[in-house]
Structures are given as structure tokens and as C-alpha cells.
């Protein structure tokens, strides 16, 4: 089949080029099972050697290729053209600079996370036989759903609250917040829940749900950011986190 | 000109880079992390199944057991003492992971859990063993994470996006290396008393692969035109299960947890092959017998695939006529194997509950490298002297714990484990040592060498010399080999480098994020690390590991127990003809085991 891409373009150091412009390319032979990403690569390949993004494994794993395709935020490499169609819109995602077509810059969405100390602190001595610290499978579960984050970015810059303000941690800090905040082993949840509580954190939250369908790793990132509220609200994370019976995606 | 000066440079942030920081942080160095891709892009990250370790948390486990299960596995190649550190290192590196906060699944008493994997046994190959530790199928996914916030925690100093093209060597001493600002295609040189590489593998030089795009050998290359030998470079694994098309990877952890392979008959094959542990055997004799079976039209509908079948009434009828008491039902394989799902179901319209999965094996894993020895220090030819100031660990290296095939699990342990001896020993080796001072002009070849891209006007896209590279590389150096087939290879690859050298064009001629220049520089380094394998492969006339030759079928111990080191005749980085190579078969592999233990002597290799 023909498919059509609507890519949006911008070269700051090409003179006529270095305002945000559109330009179509054309495709033949493409077939269903075709990943976007494979298709951005052909138009870089074969067509355009100046077309930029980022990109890494091609299966949704790294987090590199996250773009706004057809409106929605995505990971190029996980979606086919079966899902989106003959006609593609590719445009950078929303809410961060753009440096050059598809790349923006990563570095506030990094700060962000940063911002909720997304690291583990346990300061009691380890074991004295050396070993691990013991975990039961139940209290490891509340946390395996939001582990899974990738930091792609896909879910933060869906969200209409970060597009308003860029000064909110948006979901993404907030995930990797859950990961630690109810993880048995940690000891700080009370210092990032208060880290959390602060007028650019989890309030700026409208549950609006964008970002919960945007996320290509299934996780229900709005259920996490209201479990992160109720937290705060109870001062507490006991039985917050409710472990979603396992669940088919 | 940008300049930057810390005592530790490390370039790649994998699992490799991250573990070596830490630990070298953690020795009082300053350390500077430079990666082409944000850390947690690495394709540590994309490493599915678990990480092996002597642990004994589900049965008895010894390290020594696990030591043996490598050696064995590498078919005797790997070096001894290598795989001796590996296998009782991991235990440590292992739990130091835990209590940086990874989320491992744990067992019914709240220990790490541990499941079977192929080749891992107890007692010296007499049962399969549960020995990989995993958080479900996306245990390298965790590792890098982990890594990645404990580097934060610790303030480690990153420059992410600067993409390395150079090592700066002065007298012999590892002094730097020069970078690419990705954001401005600034130019920057790093000044450092310890380099140390971790860059990744090279799947790309294969049509088929499991590997990222990002993973072109930049850093083995780069070494390699600056004088450091290739060690082992023809043992290249092919994983027996990617999916049909694609080489996307689906995990061995599937085996581990019941799945069988089944060809166009309906037969579970490897009950010819391996009828102990069928399955489960090393990933070389998996590959290869996928092979047979297409090879006498048992692919399924006559095509060249064969699948691979987790749904839980197979695996069940398989458990029951074994004899086993185990049997696995939905919600285990949707809970152990949650990645696995989502990428038949994304990519192959497959669900693996209800069909079984179209795989055929994929280009996955360079057991051969940058040569070390056990402290990750550089080393040159057969006598191991060291190249002072450098360093390698990771897949980019050859330590070489793999020998000619290494076990599931075991690249993982690989990363933690001689990222953190390297950390160490460089933290203790910058305290001793001045500042090598910086040759002249040392950024001035590869300078050239980016003009010569940039202004490029050749004919040929890069990308169509990559495919015609990848295509060469796979019909006639992958899974089985002929000397006939193979000398054809290294004349294609040569004229294809000749084309590269004089015949190619770029579009993007600028500065900033220009990934169509990058692109094209890593083209050079497949190149060069495909040649290498190929001149590596013609001379080794034997099969062994991953080294399959179909006009030497067999293992030749009298002749072979040596590592091949390959060397570039010429100290011109970028000289106008192909370079020779010279191969060097001196370096005999360390015994040292079997020296104590008998059973660590070489043996036919049965599963
Ligand atoms: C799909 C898949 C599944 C796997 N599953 C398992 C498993 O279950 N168990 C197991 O043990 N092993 C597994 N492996 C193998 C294992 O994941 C890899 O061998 C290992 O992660 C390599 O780690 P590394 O640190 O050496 O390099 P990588 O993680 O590949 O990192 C390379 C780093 O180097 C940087 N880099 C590269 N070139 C440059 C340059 N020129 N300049 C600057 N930076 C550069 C990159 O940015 C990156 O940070 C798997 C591999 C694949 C592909
Ligand atoms: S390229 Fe890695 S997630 Fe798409």
C-alpha cells in the first residue's frame, strides 16, 4: 500500500527552514505490520537524510522515540500502520523545546524527575550475613506497575496541566515517585510526599486521564498519581496501593 | 576547542558504564560518565530474562557449579580464571543490586526468586538449576534503572548526547578520547588518567538482530584503529528465538518457564538433539538445530521458522510425560512473562496464550572484543601486557569469561561484575598516576575524517551500503559457516569498505543533531568489525561454540585451545586502502580450573 506522512519540520540552522514548516513524503510498498519508526527511517533513508529523531532498540524498551502521531502521543517503534492508518501525522511532542524536527529537549522533563529523588534510601545496616533485604512477593507488587516506566516522556507531555505549566512535575516524576514511595524498603516517602505536596506537584493533577492511554507501557498512570494523593491525604502508605488483579493489556 | 579534564573518562552508560561510576566514584575518583544516548536509552535496558547467581535461594547452588556451566558453555574457550571471578563475584554484585533498591521478584520466604535457564545446572551438568534472578522479564530494565538512580543519588557527572569518535593515545598511554556534542556538533576532548569503555555490542552488523540501532561497536572500533588487537571476533552469537522477521528478542526465559519448540511436524525437536535437557541446552546447539530442522523442510508450512509454544496445555502435556508434579497455567506465563505478551501481541499479532510464537534466531551477542584481563585493564598480545590508562568491560569487551559461546544470564553478570572491579581498580590506579599530558593537535585525523563525510558527494547512501554489509554478514558469516563462503565475505566487506571510503553521500551537512554524518561514521565501524569477523572466522578451522564450520565440523583442541587476536597493519586511522589484518594464535586460553579440578578439563559438549 501508499501511505503519506505529514511530518512537522524545523532546522534552526537552515535559512527558510528555521521556523516550524509541514512537508509531506510518499511511501510505497508498505505493509500493515510496518512499524512507524521503520517508515520515518525509510523517508530518512531512502528520501530526506535530513530528517532527525531520536531513536534506539525499535521495540519500545528505550523510551527514545516518543512523538505526537496523529494527535496522540506515542513511541514510534510500538505502533504499525495498521493502527494509524494511510495517513500519518508526525509532529515533536508538545510542552519541550524543539531543537531540531522530532528531537526536543529532554533536559526540564529530566529535572523533573530528579526534582522527586528517584532513588532508593535505606539507611539501616544491611543484613549481616551479607545478603539481601527480605521482600514479600505481595508488598513487591504494589510497586511492579510503576517500575515498568521507561521515562520516555510520552505521558507528561499528553498532559494539558504541564502544557499550562511547565513548572509541574507532571506524570512521569510522579510515577517514578510511586516506584519509591511504596516500596517497603524505602525509607524517605514521608520527605517526597511533602516533595509532592508542594503547589507544582501531584494538585496540579485535573485527572484529566491523558496520560493513562498515552503511556506504552500499560501503566494506569493516573490511578498511580491518585494513589500518591491518598497517601498525602492519609499520611500514609498503607494500604494505599491496591495491586490490580493481574491484568491483561 | 572544548576541553574537560577527569581523572576517570567512562564512555557508554549500560549496565557497564553505570556499575564501573559508581564504584569508581564511590573510590574517591572524579568521574565523568560521556554516553550517545540519554543512560537509560542503553540496551541494558532491553535485557529480558535475569541475571545468574550462585544465590541457592530456590535449591542448592554452588558459584563453582555456576563457573562450570560457563566454561562449559564456551565450549571450553572461555578463560578459567575469568569465569571464576565471574561466577563468584555475581553473588556479591548480585545482592549489592538488591540494596541499591531493585525490585527483584522475590520467593515464598521473601529471598530473591530464581529460575531455570538454559545451559545453568547443578553439580556439574547432572539437572537443570534456578539460578537466574529476575524481576519478570525485564531485569535489564531494572538493572539500568537502579544504576541510573544511584548515579543521581551520587551526583555522578554526566554528559549525555556526546557521541565519542576518538581515543587519544600518547606514547602508548590512554590519555582522552574526543567527542561530539550531539545538540551543537561541537567538537570536545576529554582528559583523563583512566578510559574506560562499555559501549555495547555490534548486532548491526547482521540483517537480523535483537540489538538496538544505537549498537554499531563505536568503541571497539575506535580502539581497534588505535592499535588494540580484537580478540575472538568470529564467535558471534545467533539467539535461537527472535521473532520470525523481525529479531526481536523473545526471552530464554520462555524455556525456563516450560515453552518448547516445535517444527512444521509438530515435534519437539530437541529431544534429538539435547535429550537430557532439551531445551534448555546453550544457545549455540538451539541455533544450530533450529537450522537442521529448516534445513530438512521442517519449518512450519515449509517456511524458515519453527515456533515456539508457551501456552500452558502444551507445556503441561510436556511436564506430565516427563514426569514432573509441576504444571503452569495462564495467570504464571502472564505474570513471569508480562514484556514477552506485549511484543508478540504488538509486533506478530501473536498471543502467545492462545498460539504458538514464529521464531528464528537473531544476531544477539559479541562474545569476542576489546581484550582485558580480570581487573578490566586493556591488554595487547598473547604475553597480556597491559596498555596503560586503558580499560573495557561490558559487551564491548573480551574478558574473556564466554569463550566461544556464552550462557543466558551470564552478559548481565558480565556488566555488574567487571564494572565494579573495573570502578575499583581504576579509583585505586588515578590516585597513583600523573596526568598523561595530550599529544599535539589530537583531534586533527578524525577531523578530517568528519569533513571527508560532511562534504561527502559520492553515490551511494550509507544506508544502502549497510543493507548490502548486513546482508553478506548474514548468508555467509552467521549461523553456519564454510571457508569458501566466508573468503567471499571478507572480499565483499572490503569492496564494500573501498565504496565507503570513496563512493558515499550524505544529505545533512550541518552541525547541530546532524545523525545523518553520525549514521554514516557508524557505518565505518561495522565495516571494520565486519571485516574482522570475517578474517577471524576464515582462519579458525574448527567448529566450536558459536563457530560453526561446516568443512571442519569438529572441536580442535590440540590445535585451537587459543584466542585469535586480530590487529590492523597500519597505524593510519583512516588510511586511503583497506587495511591489512594480521592474526596472532599465541594467546592460549587459562586453564587454571581444570588445573585443580579435572572436571574443568576440555570434553565433548553434551546437553
Ligand atoms: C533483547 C536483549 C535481551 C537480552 N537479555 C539478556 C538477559 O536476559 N540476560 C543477560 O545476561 N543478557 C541479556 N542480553 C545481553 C545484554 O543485555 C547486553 O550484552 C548488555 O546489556 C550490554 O551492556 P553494556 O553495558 O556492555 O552496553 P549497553 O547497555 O549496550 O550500553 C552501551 C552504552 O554505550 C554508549 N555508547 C555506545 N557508543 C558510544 C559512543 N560512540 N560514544 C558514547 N557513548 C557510546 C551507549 O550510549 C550506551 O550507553 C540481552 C540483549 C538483548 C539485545
Ligand atoms: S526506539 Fe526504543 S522505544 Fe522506540
Not at chain 1, 237 to 248: G, R
Not at chain 2, 12 to 35: E, F, K, P, T
Not at chain 2, 454 to 478: C, I, P, Y
Request: proline share 4%; hydrophobic share 40%; net charge neutral.
Amino acid at each position: 500500500m501508499e501511505v503519506t506522512f505529514r511530518i512537522k519540520r524545523y532546522n534552526p540552522e537552515l535559512p527558510g527552514k528555521d521556523k516550524p514548516y509541514w512537508q509531506e513524503f510518499t511511501l510505497k510498498d508498505v505493509v500493515a505490520t510496518d512499524r512507524v519508526l521503520e517508515l520515518l527511517h525509510r523517508i530518512k533513508w531512502e528520501q530526506d537524510g535530513t530528517l532527525t529523531m531520536r531513536r534506539s532498540c525499535s521495540h519500545g524498551i528505550c523510551g527514545s522515540d516518543a512523538m505526537r502521531i496523529n494527535g496522540i502521543n506515542a513511541l514510534a517503534c510500538k505502533l504499525l500502520i495498521r493502527d494509524v492508518g494511510e495517513k500519518v501525522q508526525v509532529e515533536p511532542i508538545l510542552g519541550l523545546p524543539v531543537l531540531k524536527d522530532l528531537v526536543v529537549d529532554m533536559e526540564p522533563f529530566f529535572e523533573h524527575y530528579r526534582a522527586v529523588m528517584p532513588y532508593m534510601v535505606n539507611n539501616t545496616p544491611v543484613p549481616a550475613d551479607g545478603r539481601e533485604r527480605l521482600q514479600n512477593q505481595t508488598d513487591k507488587d504494589q510497586i511492579t506497575e510503576t517500575t515498568n516506566c521507561i521515562l520516555c516522556a510520552c505521558c507528561t507531555t499528553s498532559c494539558p496541566s504541564f502544557w499550562a505549566n511547565g513548572k509541574y512535575v507532571g506524570p512521569a516524576a510522579i510515577v517514578q515517585a510511586h516506584r519509591f514511595i511504596f516500596d517497603t524498603r524505602d525509607q524517605t516517602s514521608p520527605t517526597r510526599l511533602q516533595a509532592l505536596s508542594d503547589p507544582n506537584g501531584v494538585w496540579r493533577c485535573r485527572t484529566i486521564y491523558n496520560c493513562t492511554p498515552a503511556c506504552p507501557r500499560g501503566i494506569q498512570v493516573t490511578k498511580a498519581i491518585g494513589e500518591v494523593k491518598l497517601a498525602i491525604r492519609k499520611n500514609s502508605t498503607q494500604n494505599v496501593v491496591k495491586v490490580s488483579e493481574i491484568k491483561e493489556h | 576547542m572544548h576541553i574537560h579534564k577527569h581523572e576517570v573518562i567512562i564512555v557508554g552508560a549500560g549496565g557497564a558504564g553505570l556499575m564501573a561510576a559508581l564504584y569508581a566514584s564511590q573510590g574517591g575518583a572524579d568521574v565523568a560518565v560521556i554516553s550517545k544516548l540519554y543512560p537509560t536509552r542503553s540496551h541494558t535496558g532491553a535485557a529480558l530474562g535475569g541475571i545468574g547467581a550462585a544465590l541457592g535461594n530456590m535449591e542448592e547452588d554452588k558459584p563453582l557449579w555456576h563457573a562450570y556451566d560457563t566454561v562449559k558453555g564456551g565450549d571450553y574457550l572461555a578463560d578459567q580464571d575469568a569465569a571464576k571471578v565471574l561466577a563468584e563475584e555475581a553473588v556479591a554484585a548480585v545482592v549489592e543490586l538488591e540494596h541499591m533498591g531493585l525490585p527483584y521478584d522475590r520467593n515464598e520466604n521473601g529471598r530473591i526468586s530464581q529460575r531455570r535457564f538454559g545451559g545453568h545446572t547443578s553439580n556439574f551438568g547432572e539437572k537443570p538449576v534456578r539460578r537466574a534472578c529476575h524481576s519478570a522479564d525485564r531485569t535489564g530494565h531494572m538493572i539500568l534503572q537502579t544504576l541510573y538512580q544511584q548515579c543521581i543519588k551520587n551526583n555522578a557527572r554526566f554528559f549525555d548526547e556526546f557521541h565519542v569518535i576518538d581515543l587519544i593515545v600518547n606514547n602508548g598511554v590512554a590519555c582522552g578520547v574526543v567527542a561530539v556534542q550531539l545538540s551543537t556538533g561541537d567538537m570536545h576532548i576529554f582528559h583523563g588518567k583512566a578510559i574506560f569503555f562499555a559501549t555495547g555490542g555490534w548486532g548491526r552488523v547482521w540483517q537480523i538482530t535483537s540489538n538496538a540501532h544505537s549498537l554499531t561497536g563505536d568503541g571497539a572500533a575506535i580502539c581497534f584503529r588505535r592499535g588494540v588487537p580484537m580478540q575472538d571476533m568470529e564467535f558471534y552469537q545467533f539467539h535461537p528465538t527472535g521473532l520470525y522477521g523481525l529479531g526481536v528478542l523473545l526471552t530464554e526465559g520462555i524455556r525456563g518457564e516450560g515453552g518448547v519448540l516445535i517444527n512444521g511436524k509438530g515435534e519437539r525437536f530437541m529431544e534429538k538433539y539435547a535429550p537430557k535437557i532439551k531445551d534448555l541446552a546453550s544457545r549455540d546447539v538451539v541455533s544450530r538445530s533450529i537450522y537442521m530442522e529448516l534445513r530438512a523442510g521442517n519449518g512450519i508450512n515449509g517456511k524458515n521458522y519453527v515456533y515456539l509454544d508457551i501456552r500452558p496445555e502444551t507445556v503441561n502435556r510436556f511436564l506430565a510425560e516427563a514426569g514432573e508434579t509441576r504444571r503452569i497455567d495462564t495467570s504464571t506465563v502472564i505474570k513471569a512473562l508480562a514484556e514477552t505478551l506485549d511484543l508478540c501481541r504488538t509486533y506478530a499479532g501473536v498471543d502467545p496464550l492462545t498460539q504458538p510464537m514464529p521464531i528464528q534466531p537473531t544476531a544477539h551477542y559479541a562474545m569476542g572484543g576489546i581484550p582485558t584481563n580480570i581487573d578490566t585493564e586493556v591488554i595487547l598480545d598473547e604475553n597480556k601486557t597491559v596498555m596503560r590508562g586503558l580499560y573495557a568491560a561490558g559487551e564491548c569487551a573480551c574478558v574473556s569469561a564466554h569463550g566461544a559461546n556464552r550462557l543466558g544470564t551470564n552478559s548481565l553478570v558480565d556488566l555488574v561484575v567487571f564494572g565494579r572491579r573495573g570502578g575499583m581498580v581504576m579509583a585505586n590506579y588515578v590516585k597513583g598516576v600523573d596526568w598523561t599530558p595530550l599529544p599535539d593537535k589530537p583531534t586533527a585525523e578524525i577531523e578530517a575524517e568528519f569533513n571527508r563525510i560532511r562534504n561527502s558527494k559520492g553515490k551511494l547512501k550509507t544506508a544502502e551500503l549497510r543493507n548490502k554489509m548486513q546482508q553478506v554478514m548474514m548468508d555467509k558469516v552467521g549461523v553456519f559457516r564454510k571457508g569458501s563462503e566466508i573468503t567471499e565475505a571478507v572480499e565483499d566487506v572490503k569492496a564494500l569498505t573501498q565504496e565507503y571510503m570513496t563512493n558515499i553521500t550524505i544529505d545533512d551537512r550541518g552541525f547541530k543533531f546532524n545523525t545523518d554524518l553520525l549514521e554514516a561514521w557508524e557505518l565505518g565501524n561495522l565495516l571494520e568489525l565486519a571485516h574482522v569477523t570475517a578474517v577471524s572466522a576464515v582462519a579458525r578451522t574448527e567448529s566450536r561454540g558459536a563457530h560453526s564450520r561446516e568443512d571442519f565440523p569438529n572441536r580442535d583442541d590440540d590445535q585451537w585451545m587459543v584466542h585469535t587476536l586480530a590487529k590492523r597493519c597500519t597505524d593510519d586511522l583512516y588510511p586511503a586502502e583497506v587495511p591489512a589484518m594480521e592474526l596472532n594464535h599465541k594467546k592460549a586460553v587459562d586453564t587454571s580450573l581444570a588445573d585443580l579440578d579435572p572436571r574443568f578439563l576440555p570434553k565433548e559438549r553434551t546437553y
